[in-house]
């Protein structure tokens, strides 16, 4: 019996995994007998290709995880660095005489350390070494704003970006050990 050629090809990777029946395996042989385009087809199917292991498996999924935590960790800090551009956009080309108070209260004294206060306590969850860092960031970024803004340096501005983000550290790094120890 004559078989076609793409009937013999699809069982080709079946034949050579082993995997197709008996009745298949001596079809596809009768047919390689008298058939040289299959017997090359079978050639290339059989070469030696990419293999992958699990040990590449896991090594890629280690990466990915690794890769993942990373980013996260940078967009957390991008999101307090944003907010801080924010502010200061704000506060040099939208504030008007007599709004200052208003400006204070909102960027500088709700805002900011608000946003130190999360970032600094998503950042205290992770096992990141970056998280010692933050409080430093988010303190010098929180004295920059009104310094740049009202052209005065404030310790007290100073302290309103590192308190929340130092107590947010703190508070993150209590709940990653906790969830350490489970």
Known sequence: MKINCDVIQDLLPLYAENMASQGSRDLVEEHLEECETCKQELGQIMK????????????????????????????????????????????????????????????????????????????????????YLAPIIFGIFGSLVPTIVFHYFSWFALSFGFIPSLFGLTIGHIIYLCKKKR
């Open 48 to 131: 030696p290709g990419i293999k992958i292991s699990m040990k590449d498996v896991d090594q890629v999924k280690g990466f990915a995880r690794k890769f993942r935590k990373h980013t996260i960790n940078i967009a957390v800090m991008s999101v307090f660095i944003t907010v801080s551009i924010i502010s200061l956009i704000s506060g040099l080309f939208f504030l008007k005489p007599g709004d200052e108070i208003g400006y204070v209260i909102l960027y500088l004294y709700l805002l900011l350390p608000f946003t130190s206060l999360v970032c600094s306590l998503f950042l205290g969850t992770r096992a990141t070494v970056l998280k």
